[in-house]
């Protein structure tokens, strides 16, 4: 999609056109124009008018709107790079300002698009946070207007503290296994006996901690065996990857994943059909899985923007689904 635009209009992350501050010469007949880059071919949709009633502009300031505020963010650490924006209005618009803070503390670096984006690289854990940006009117007295965020960093889980190798205790006693994973958001823990699962809802004498280690109340000599520890640690190591494909031929969409015990794949909502940029019209369909790394996906309808997410799960629980990619429409 080709726009041509100046600091009076913004494209947004979803491609939406805004047209800020509109005046007369703003009026007339926008196209939208697609271009095939596997084949070339290219299409035009149909016009929209926009019409601009001629009433004058006003003599005092316009106080600032903000048009697009920025949305709730969720992002693995280690992800590349996070964008965020905000897209406000005033007039007279040359004088609109627009400032971003984290917690409250005005931020200086990875602003750019006349300060309607902040794109935060290789984010971290210290950069989750409540993001804001606030739209003044430079040497004015309106007021000015914010909105904000919320960025949240997510962190892999791993082990603080394991089990010990060897664990002697008396019979009837009380024995704790130390076990302790971290991870954003924190991760459940599993216990198992001799490679089984242990149903600690049906054992009376078997407590998961809140640190989650295990307590053993009343030992018998039964309770001899190994003892694991397990904190899901689902992880997408070949991630979907965005592409194009031409009407009439068939699209696969791949996903390969790490697991300790043993992972299955499913897919799961795994198309989202939005209309344009409306997220409250999303519409998922669930297609049917399998352990299969791949999914075949059937009926696409042309010239729509389709979102894909994959869902990895074991038989301790399901892990978090990957972050949202596009698959660009086909043509």
């Known amino acids: 999609m080709t726009f041509e635009i100046t600091g009076g209009g913004a494209i947004t992350l979803d491609n939406t056109l805004v047209i800020l501050s509109t005046v007369a010469p703003d009026a007339g007949r926008y196209y939208v124009q697609a271009v095939n880059d596997k084949n070339g071919d290219n299409k035009t949709s149909q016009p ?5 009633a001629n009433v004058g502009g006003p003599a005092d300031p316009i106080a600032p709107t903000i048009i697009v505020p920025p949305r709730n963010t969720s992002v693995v650490a280690g992800t590349s790079e996070v964008t965020m924006e905000c897209v406000a209005n005033a007039r007279p618009l040359m004088k609109l300002h627009i400032v971003w803070k984290k917690d409250g503390t005005p931020l200086s670096s990875g602003i750019s698009d006349y300060s309607r984006r902040l794109t935060i690289l290789n984010p ?3 950069d989750s946070g409540y993001y804001e940006c606030e739209a003044v009117l430079r040497s004015s007295s309106v007021p000015a207007v914010a909105q904000g965020a919320y960025l949240s960093v997510l962190e892999p ?3 603080v503290k394991e089990p010990e190798r060897h664990i002697t205790a008396e019979m009837e006693k009380v024995v704790a296994i130390p076990c302790q994973a971290k991870g954003v958001p924190p991760p459940a823990t ?3 006996k001799d490679a089984a699962l242990i149903p600690l809802e049906k054992l009376s004498r078997f407590r998961l901690l809140a640190d989650g280690s295990l307590q053993i109340s ?4 039964d309770d001899t065996g190994m003892f694991q520890c397990f904190a899901p640690r689902t992880r997408i190591t070949d991630p979907p990857q ?16 790490t697991h300790d015990p043993s992972v299955g794949i499913r897919w799961v909502n795994l198309v989202m059909y939005k209309e344009k940029d409306s997220e409250a019209r999303a519409r998922f369909w669930l297609v049917e899985g399998n352990a299969s790394r791949s999914a075949q996906l059937a009926g696409l309808r042309e010239y729509v923007l389709y979102e894909i997410r994959v869902l990895a799960f074991t038989r301790i629980g399901d892990g978090c689904p990957d ?4 698959s660009s429409s086909p043509r």
């Open 218 to 221: 009343g030992l018998l000599p």
């Open 242 to 257: 965005d592409q194009s494909v031409i009407k009439g031929t068939k699209a696969f969409m791949s996903c390969g994943v």
């Open 157 to 159: 889980p791993q082990f």
């Open 190 to 192: 599993a216990w198992y």
């Open 323 to 326: 972050p949202p990619w596009a």
């Open 124 to 126: 971290a854990l210290g």
């Open 48 to 52: 929209i008018t926009l019409a601009v």
